[in-house]
């Protein structure tokens, strides 16, 4: 079965700090990966994806993701926190088979002043 | 801006009573998908539909249809809510570009009480 696993519910970061929420994945053939953020109240915003090419996806507002085969992970990154990073991520895989995409059970991002 | 709206965005019902949730877009898109939020089971599919009269169960259909009868909308019906399905609900689409990449509702609030 093909899944998607965020191994920690919340991370702490000061701002300025760089800050990494992690995800790792397990998929059949080659996987296509997702970020999303939600902020409070609101729907997912799609910050960026992962399907073939360089390792290092770039994404919105200044987020960025490193695919490694390897490890079967698919880390978000930003070089410098802000308050406003503060938001619930989603790291989400397609499911080759059924063309659905299964989400993660969510990460808390909590960047501290 | 997916151009997705959802409605209604909030509604607090009572244990049986039938309830339908109302997502519509403006960018024609082929394909729609409801998903629930619920806290440590990050979002679920419920259902989704590839075209109009065209629909499939997803993860978590137990207690739930839906209908496409137009492009731009697709209704989520719980026919006798039960308090297990308080929640948040989020519509969703997929666009072609970038590629097979799904933009989220606003969602909606609902409580079964």
């Known amino acids: 079965a093909q899944s998607v696993a965020q191994p920690e519910d919340q991370v702490n970061v000061a701002e300025g700090n760089p800050l990494t929420v992690k995800c790792t994945y397990s998929?059949?053939?080659?996987?296509?990966l997702f970020w999303y953020v939600q902020y409070p109240n609101r729907g997912l915003q799609f910050l960026l994806k992962?399907?073939?090419?360089?390792?290092l996806v770039k994404g919105s507002y200044g987020f960025e993701a490193e695919f490694n085969k390897s490890q079967t992970s698919f880390h978000l990154k930003k070089p410098s926190a802000l308050v406003s990073d503060s938001a619930l991520y989603f790291c989400?895989?397609?499911?080759?088979?059924?063309?659905?995409?299964?989400f993660g059970t969510g990460t808390r991002l909590q960047v501290f002043p | 801006d997916a151009g997705i709206t959802q409605s209604p965005r909030h509604k607090v019902t009572e244990t049986g009573t039938p309830v339908t949730l109302r997502c519509h877009q403006t960018?024609?898109?082929?394909?729609m998908y409801w998903y629930r939020q619920d806290p440590g089971h990050g979002l679920r599919l419920i259902h989704y539909?590839?075209?109009?009269?065209?629909?499939d169960k997803g993860e978590v259909s137990d207690g739930y249809s839906v209908s496409r009868s137009k492009t731009e909308d697709f209704l989520l019906t719980l026919e006798s809510a039960t308090s297990s399905q308080t929640s948040v609900y989020f519509c969703?689409?997929?666009?072609?570009?970038?590629?097979?990449?799904?933009?989220f509702g606003p969602g909606t609030r609902l409580t079964v009480l």
């Open positions: 989400a895989v397609r499911d080759s088979s059924t063309d659905k995409l299964i």
């Open positions: 998929v059949s053939g080659n996987p296509y």
């Open positions: 992962y399907i073939t090419g360089d390792n």
């Open positions: 960018e024609n898109h082929r394909y």
């Open positions: 539909s590839y075209g109009v009269k065209d629909t």
């Open positions: 969703a689409i997929k666009k072609r570009e970038p590629r097979d990449t799904q933009y």
